[in-house]
């Protein structure tokens, strides 16, 4: 390859050409009629298309027209918490959250805990309610939620999650969502 060509490479990389990231959300199906959002930012759209599509073909998804999954999914703020004691509820129904659920306990051995809902502008001032009441925020993350789940049997479970594993190992792939229940 020509030194021109690998320098030209290393400046794109750094950002000196001026490329253009684009975040763009690709919709898919996976196995079983699975729903999928994949949100990925990108300087080259083709590029990132082409390995989505050569991964979806690879563990049995296609892609779907534009807005023929989305709708299945709303953006939300999400935050964890890992103490469940009854001033937790209370701070969270103080703290202007729109709803949250309780976390079991994990079978390896992890804390229950709590699971904040929040509209995505309000994420920042909800855990920063939370945190000034004492709690700790295991993480805080804007997601795209699922509406309603889909339920699978263990064997059609796992493909969907090796499918979901491969499309998060993409470079630019910045998340990926499923209504995988």
Do not use: C
């Not at 805990?113 to 925020?137: D, H």
């Not at 993480?139 to 889909?150: D, F, L, N, R, V």
């Amino acid at each position: 390859m020509p030194k021109a060509n690998i320098e030209k490479a290393l400046q794109r990389a750094r950002g000196k050409l001026g490329a253009q990231i684009e975040e763009i959300i690709y919709e898919a199906y996976g196995p079983l009629g699975t729903a999928i959002l994949i949100e990925a930012a990108t300087d080259n759209k083709n590029r990132a298309s082409a390995e989505i599509k050569a991964v979806l073909n690879r563990f049995g998804g296609k892609l779907a027209a534009p807005n023929a999954v989305q709708y299945l999914f709303e953006k939300r703020g999400v935050i964890h918490i890992d103490t469940t004691d009854n001033q937790t509820e209370e701070a969270i129904v103080d703290s202007g959250a729109e709803d949250y659920d309780k976390t079991p306990a994990s079978p390896a051995g992890g804390d229950s805990g709590f699971v904040v809902y929040t509209r995505p502008e309000n994420i920042k001032s909800v855990q920063e309610n939370l945190e000034k009441s004492g709690r700790k925020i295991a993480s805080s993350e804007i997601a795209w939620e699922p509406k309603t789940g889909i339920s699978l049997g263990e064997d059609e479970t796992a493909k969907v999650v090796k499918l979901l594993e491969a499309l998060d190992e993409l470079d630019d792939i910045s998340s990926v969502s499923s209504n995988l229940g």
